[in-house]
């Protein structure tokens, strides 16, 4: 089963923006809607981010989604020291009839 | 408020039958998608399986066909997964979640472990 592409890690200071990117294909985002999931170790992942763009009730509008084509990204801005967790993203594949989540980034708030 | 809660983790040895069940209240269950998904120990999360809100429709993962069987009991509010000939690699917490808007997984159960050792 096909995965989508995440960098390993991604890193900022308190404050600043930092982004991350989601690659796919044409049968998972390039057709389908892209979602996001912040998951703190231990716990169970939660959503942060439906409809490529669309935060659910809650979620602070520091976090941002966007989707281009065939690639996906989310935006933290006001980097805060509780944001440094783990992120994926995911989508439908309409190829494998199957949900297909990111290899995941890891936020590290320096 | 939306609650999900899995039971029936355990320790359980290779080519053992193990079933999960994961309790939902808080919405109108027999309206949404429920899906199963699992991480194993130090991993990312990995997609397991998709059951439409009727039951009419069921999805797997590919290392999961003809293994595995996603069911749902709407008069109980409960979703099940069915696993058979298990394999060192199913070791995981498995997590339940509802399909929300846009095939995105809005609430999620906290999980139970499944270990898959002899």
């Known amino acids: 089963q096909s995965v989508l592409t995440q960098p390993p890690s991604a890193s900022g200071t308190p404050g600043q923006r930092v982004t991350m990117s989601c690659s796919g294909s044409?049968?998972?985002?390039?057709?389908?809607?892209v979602n996001w999931y912040q998951q703190v170790p231990g716990a169970a992942p939660k959503l942060l981010i439906y409809?490529?763009?669309q935060r659910p009730s809650g979620i602070p509008d520091r976090f941002s989604g966007s989707k281009s084509g065939t690639s996906a990204s989310l935006a933290i801005s006001g980097l805060r020291s509780e944001d440094e967790t783990d992120y994926y993203c995911?989508?439908?594949?309409?190829?494998?009839?199957?949900?297909?989540f990111g290899t995941g980034t890891k936020v590290t708030v320096l | 408020q939306v609650q999900l809660v899995e039971s029936g983790g355990r320790v359980v040895q290779p080519g053992m039958s193990l079933g999960l069940s994961c309790a939902a209240s808080?919405?109108?269950?027999?309206?949404?998608?429920m899906h199963w998904v699992r991480q194993a120990p130090g991993k990312g999360l990995e997609w397991v399986a998709f059951?439409?809100?009727?039951?009419?429709?069921?999805y797997y993962v590919d290392s999961v066909k003809g293994r595995f069987i996603i069911a749902r009991d709407n008069s109980k509010n409960t979703v099940y997964l069915r696993m058979n000939s298990l394999r060192a690699e199913d070791t995981a917490v498995y997590f339940c979640?509802?399909?929300?808007?846009?095939?995105?997984?809005?609430?999620w159960g906290q999980g139970t472990l499944v270990t898959v050792s002899s």
């Open positions: 044409s049968s998972d985002i390039g057709s389908n809607y």
């Open positions: 979640a509802r399909d929300g808007r846009a095939a995105s997984l809005d609430y």
């Open positions: 808080g919405f109108t269950f027999g309206s949404y998608g």
């Open positions: 995911a989508a439908w594949d309409d190829s494998l009839s199957g949900y297909v």
């Open positions: 409809r490529n763009d």
């Open positions: 059951i439409w809100y009727d039951g009419s429709k069921k």
